[in-house]
């Protein structure tokens, strides 16, 4: 299984999809990480600021489709916030999105595993 998690340093979950530049891909087998790959996401910008539609619109679809396709081999995504057409656009590939308000990746992972990972919906905007 695999487990995506957006970040800026590898060590702490984004608390934004659309700016951070890192989806770090854990490989789990038998309920322990066994492997660590930092990928970069692409078209990201760190000065974006999230649009008020809620990148519903046709420009941000293809935007979102292509951050997507690149984690489309992992089974879950965990981040701090992101937009509703990006929570869509994983959903569609198949990538499970949760939102959360925990910053430890390690203990994040866990969580998702132990199935205490809530997902914050609330957390879209």
């Not at 660590?36 to 809620?54: H, T």
């Not at 519903?56 to 992101?82: E, K, P, V, Y």
């Not at 949760?98 to 997902?119: H, K």
């Amino acid at each position: 299984m695999k487990i995506a998690v957006i970040t800026e340093d590898g060590r702490t979950i984004s608390r934004n999809y659309t700016r951070a530049p890192y989806c770090l891909v854990l490989t789990v087998e038998n309920g322990v990480i066994t492997g660590r790959e930092l990928r970069e996401m692409p078209g990201r910008d760190p000065s974006a600021v999230p649009a008020a539609d809620l990148g519903l619109d046709a420009a941000s679809h293809s935007r979102q489709m292509a951050a997507a396709r690149a984690i489309a081999d992992c089974q879950a995504l965990l981040c701090g916030g992101m937009v509703r057409g990006a929570y869509e656009s994983l959903r569609w590939l198949g990538v499970r999105p949760l939102l959360t308000d925990r910053r430890d990746i390690d203990a994040a992972v866990r969580a998702y595993l132990a199935g205490e990972l809530a997902d914050r919906v609330e957390r879209l905007n």
